[in-house]
């Protein structure tokens, strides 16, 4: 059973990869689930196995290369005292990496959009991170969506400016601006 399921997680690798190559030669728009499978060498119905759509590949190759390893890190940081800001600067620069794929997959606008799958993962770390807080369901929900969202769209502008600040500065940027409030809720125990 093990063998077979590394089997299908390469299958889906694999697709991942040919997406990747297609959207640095092509529009992301103009795209079409045919043409990755006749790159990846898959037929539709194993494509549809592993995805929904094209879409949702964006979103797991955000968790794969960002979110998953970003949440390793968070756990490093409850154990061992990892500071926040070196686990943004992290996470800006495993974009920056790949900051050409990035630019055109955060150009694309709108329902399943690369923004809101950032702004869906975003509020799920965050929310994590309110938990301990003494805080109203309403004042978490939208103290979330405040983080959440201005997270979000800093990092999308950052992408779609050419990401011209360089991710240590972007990640020292975000923790000066966001650190004070969530230092001062840890303080009074609120």
Known sequence: MVEKEKVLHET???IMRSFHKLVMEKDFTKLTVA???EAAQVSRKTFYKYFQDKNDIVEQILIKDIIAPMEKLRELYINMDLPSGMILEWQY???YKDR???ERISAFTGQNSFYE???KHSSEMISNKLKPLELSDLEREYM???YASSHTMLLVKWMKDGML???KLMASYYERWTLPIFQTYDEQGR
């Open 117 to 119: 799958f950032v702004l």
């Open 12 to 14: 889906a690798l694999k």
């Open 165 to 167: 600040i360089p991710p």
């Open 35 to 37: 043409e990755i499978c």
């Open 100 to 102: 050409k794929f990035y």
């Open 144 to 146: 979330t969506y405040f």
């Open 93 to 95: 620069q495993q974009f």
